[in-house]
């Protein structure tokens, strides 16, 4: 199902009602964009956490599939940097530090690739193919490091509620990636 015509005729109905009470177009994009990002969080997993992370990137995302993969990417790569900085802190198991900052690695190539990707062009399904095998990676890397969790302790409970939103805003952003490339 391709969400991103499902959520057009809403916005075209606030288009209208915009036009049709001469509210200023400013804060119809504004409110627009705002909606646009709100449906588009109902599609993942986690549409609170989604919300929380993106409804402020509204006003950029303006409406683009592809803005929203994007500003959902870059969310995600900055939470999991800081992530692993903190788990470096509280001396994680190596195993866990190391799978986190690759997927810091992977989600950073993500980001370049998506950032190269243009809609029509020879390389866009290849472009967008190693897109989702770094962030499907990343996922895959937060859930190796959530399994090492084992002990229940302050640090072990804070460093593993860092991995699971990681978790979470990786998932979200997967989402949003794959709904870009099938459109």
Not at 26 to 33: D, I, L, M, N, V
Not at 34 to 56: F, G, Q
Not at 73 to 86: D, R
Not at 122 to 143: E, I, K, P
């Amino acid at each position: 199902m391709k969400t991103s015509h499902l959520l057009l005729p809403k916005n075209l109905i606030l288009v209208f009602l915009c036009l049709l009470y001469s509210i200023p177009t400013t804060s119809c994009s504004a409110h627009s964009a705002s909606i646009y990002v709100t449906n588009s969080c109902k599609t993942t997993l986690y549409p609170r956490l989604c919300n929380k992370a993106l409804s402020k990137h509204a006003g950029k995302i303006k409406g683009s599939p592809k803005l929203l993969a994007m500003t959902a990417l870059i969310a995600t790569y900055n939470a999991t940097q800081t992530t692993s900085k903190v788990l470096r802190e509280l001396r994680r198991a190596t195993e866990c530090v190391e799978v986190v900052g690759d997927a810091v690695f992977e989600l950073h190539q993500s980001i370049k690739r998506l950032d190269q990707s243009r809609k029509g062009s020879r390389q866009f399904f290849g472009q967008m193919d190693d897109v989702q095998t770094w962030v499907s990676a990343a996922l895959t890397d937060d859930d190796t490091c959530m399994d090492d969790f084992k002990a229940v302790g302050r640090r072990q409970v804070l460093a593993r509620g860092f991995v699971y939103t990681v978790a979470r805003l990786t998932s979200i952003s997967l989402t949003f990636i794959n709904n870009y490339a099938a459109l």
